[in-house]
């Protein structure tokens, strides 16, 4: 009788341990990151001092709004290198999280939108391991005098080639913010 106990728990351990293999496993979640700061600098080809854009929201979802700052105005017809910056600063020491976004590339890319009274253009610097755009290194062309809004949107989970618009390209939006900036 004890034989037969002893052969039955051993049995149901064998097929419990087999029921558990590793293709049962599910994929990791890729669990979003908090970006609770985005900090974009141009740093002017013609030399002078470079201008940052920054938005820090470190209450997330909360009540209050981001902090948005502009620390200077464009030089008309000058050419800026940009580069973006997100950081996680509910943790210490924050969190970049630039570099894991620049990891996943594939999946990832800023679009910037520039309103129709801003006089300008912008273009990509790096790209993906597929030659896409990535976007967290940027030109900017600043144009004739005038004012406006430039607007910064990183997507995940996207389209890979679009045609550089966020309606074809889908996805998820990560982050989004607009900038009242003047070409002086």
Do not use: W
Request: glycine share 8%.
């Amino acid at each position: 009788m004890k034989t037969i106990k002893l052969l039955s728990l051993f049995t149901a351990a064998i097929l419990a341990l087999n029921s558990c293999s590793s293709d049962d496993d599910p994929e990791p979640v890729n669990e979003e990151e908090v970006i609770t700061t985005m900090t974009i600098t141009l740093v002017p080809q013609s030399g002078g001092a470079p201008i940052q854009l920054e938005s820090r929201d470190l209450d997330g979802d909360g009540p209050n709004p981001p902090e948005i700052t502009v620390s200077g105005n464009f030089s008309a017809r000058t050419l800026y290198t940009g580069s973006i910056v997100l950081l996680n600063e509910t943790e210490t020491p924050a969190e970049n999280i630039t570099t894991e976004v620049e990891e996943e590339a594939e999946e990832h890319q800023f679009f910037y939108t520039l309103s129709p009274s801003l006089s300008g253009s912008t273009e990509y610097i790096n790209v993906d391991g597929d030659g896409n755009p990535l976007g967290t290194e940027f030109a900017f062309s600043a144009g004739d005098e005038s004012t406006g809004t430039m607007t910064f949107t990183l997507r995940h989970d996207l389209k890979k080639p679009n045609d550089g618009t966020l309606s074809d390209a889908g996805g998820e939006t990560d982050i989004a913010q607009t900038f009242d900036v003047v070409i002086e």
